[in-house]
């Protein structure tokens, strides 16, 4: 399982024992790549992004991450999305022109010089959009997976969602957040503008929806909107 993805673990083993692991905590890629970089480095930093800080459902997992592979280090960090948002005042904040807006680049920049670490994962797949295709297989390393020039590394490049999900399931890890859109399940991801993030939070988690709602006011209209525009589609059907 993920054969490809640990050869190009190792291979990066060979050159650091440390490595930043950006990690969403809850997401799939997150939680195979955490179980696969730990064994080969003694040094793992996981970097958490959050938009709306100390989300009780996201603290699950890092509580699970935290027993599970106890030797990683956290750092929490705004993610670069926010600072976009202060900057322009979205969903209801104060707008902030003064705010510098900062890239992933950039982001992991700040993060290597503050920590000392070169080396950084992500999970970024071929399968996720043309453009992570196209960067990905731009990389002559012969797995389509090291940037050995910027010191990225992205093991789960070559593989798709139901790869990942198999991975986990075969080895017994927590699943990664989930919601449900008219039936179908999907990863879970922090967007703040989707319904259906949103009512899964109102549904499980209302605390964790309150403190989006706290923090862009706007977003409280949503879920409302949204199933009254439903209403009216399953009407005229």
Request: include cysteine; glycine fraction near 6%.
């Amino acid at each position: 399982m993920l054969d490809r993805a640990k050869e190009i673990i190792e291979d990066v083993a060979k050159e650091t024992d440390s490595v930043i692991l950006l990690h969403s905590m809850s997401g799939k890629d997150s939680i195979a790549l955490m179980d696969l970089v730990y064994p080969h480095f003694k040094r793992v930093l996981c970097v958490y992004m959050y938009v709306v800080p100390n989300l009780s459902h996201i603290n699950r997992y890092y509580a699970y991450t935290k027993r599970k592979y106890p030797n990683v280090e956290f750092v929490q960090i705004p993610h670069y999305g926010l600072m976009q948002y202060r900057k322009e005042g979205f969903m209801g904040t104060v707008g902030d022109g003064r705010q510098r807006k900062y890239n992933l680049s950039e982001i992991i920049g700040k993060v290597r010089e503050r920590f000392g670490i070169e080396w950084c994962v992500l999970g970024f797949k071929q399968s996720d959009s043309l453009n992570r295709r196209l960067m990905l297989r731009s990389y002559k390393d012969g797995k389509e997976a090291i940037n050995w020039k910027t010191k990225m590394c992205y093991p789960l490049s070559t593989y798709k969602n139901s790869d990942v999900l198999d991975y986990i399931e075969k080895n017994h890890l927590k699943n990664p957040e989930r919601y449900s859109t008219n039936g179908k399940f999907q990863s879970n991801g922090v967007d703040i503008t989707n319904y259906s993030y949103l009512k899964y939070l109102q549904q499980n988690f209302p605390s964790d929806l309150q403190k989006i709602y706290n923090a862009f006011p706007a977003t409280c209209v949503i879920i409302s909107q949204t199933e009254s525009k439903m209403k009216q589609e399953q009407k005229q059907s």
